[in-house]
Every structure is written in C-alpha cells, then in structure tokens.
C-alpha cells in the first residue's frame, strides 16, 4: 500500500491507556512521503468528530463531508498495520493549516 502525506484513513488505534483517542477512527497522516516509503510505522494525528472549537491544540475540517477536528495534541506514531481504508485527502489549504499548528505547537 502506498502512503501518503495528508491522507485520511480509518485507523485501529486500540488498545490505548489513560486518555489517549482510542477505537476505530479517521486519521491525517503527517509524516513526510519517504519516512511513509521507508518505514514500517507513519505519524498520524487523530479525527474527533467532538468539536472544540476554542481549543488552540486543533483543526476544524470536514471529512468525507463530515465536521471534524484534528487532534494535534494527540500526535502518535503508529504501526502501518492498524491502516483500514483510505476515505479521504486533506486539501491543500487546511495541509497548511495543518503545518502551521504543528510548527507552532512543536517547533520552537
């Protein structure tokens, strides 16, 4: 299976301990496309269709015409195993969003 960068899957992401997000669920992938070629694992941030809108740690989307948020908070590394079924891309627009979070969370 090829993986890439700002796609959505539905993901196993069981089991979990303490407040991790659990159970079946959309995820963006958001490893860059040569660690996804080369590795066994991806980084995934989580889908929550729990809407935060106040939260800084998130981003509003709409997947597979649904509204969502992506959990930035809960950033996880995960085995491409757990992978079910591609539903969806990130469109350009929000992919950005999406590294502007990141970098800003994470990057300094």
Not at 47 to 72: D, G, Y
């Amino acid at each position: 299976m090829t993986i890439s960068r700002y796609e959505i899957y539905f993901a196993d992401l069981n089991p979990t301990i303490g407040s991790e997000i659990n159970k079946m669920r959309p995820v963006v992938v958001i490893s860059q496309d040569a660690m996804n070629k080369n590795l066994e694992t991806i980084v995934i941030c989580p889908l929550t269709s729990k809407l935060h809108p106040t939260w800084r740690t998130r981003l509003q989307i709409k997947c597979a015409n649904q509204n969502a948020e992506i959990a930035v908070d809960q950033i996880r590394t995960i085995s491409k195993q757990r992978l079910k079924k591609r539903i969806d891309q990130l469109p350009e627009m929000k992919a950005a969003q999406l590294r502007k979070l990141i970098t800003d969370m994470y990057g300094g």
